[in-house]
């Protein structure tokens, strides 16, 4: 499995961007996805994850209703990030795995593969 993120950049406080990560080499459907953020100088932290057929999302608390994560059937799974604040400033991740279990999508140590990263920087 390859991940390409991309879409990272600078926004403004309140402002808008949209995450993209492309998906090769398996079936993408059979992946659950995770986005995954890690600010400077703090350790990985969990963002959102969709399961492979789209059916169950589940999100981050500090994120709830201001991002929304997605996937479309051209093996890309996004992550539209709305209201930004300083605090989402990070280098964002995308993540896969096809074995995980309800209680570790949250852990980043459950997924297998991973994006290379790509930067958000909120200005206040």
């Known amino acids: 499995v390859q991940l390409q993120a991309s879409g990272g950049g600078l926004v403004q406080a309140g402002g808008s961007l949209r995450l993209s990560c492309a998906f090769s080499?398996?079936?993408?459907?059979?992946?659950?996805m995770g986005w995954f953020r890690q600010p400077p100088g703090k350790e990985r932290e969990f963002v959102a994850g969709?399961?492979?057929?789209?059916?169950?999302t589940v999100y981050a608390d500090s994120v709830l209703g201001r991002f929304t994560i997605s996937r479309d059937n051209k093996n890309t799974v996004y992550l539209q990030m709305n209201s930004l604040k300083a605090e989402d400033a990070a280098v964002y991740y995308c993540?896969?795995?096809?074995?995980?279990?309800?209680?570790?999508?949250?852990?980043?140590?459950?997924?297998?593969?991973w994006g290379q990263g790509t930067q958000v920087t909120v200005s206040s």
């Open positions: 969709m399961s492979g057929r789209g059916g169950r």
């Open positions: 993540a896969a795995d096809d074995r995980l279990i309800l209680t570790s999508q949250r852990s980043a140590s459950a997924y297998h593969y």
């Open positions: 080499g398996r079936t993408f459907a059979n992946y659950f």
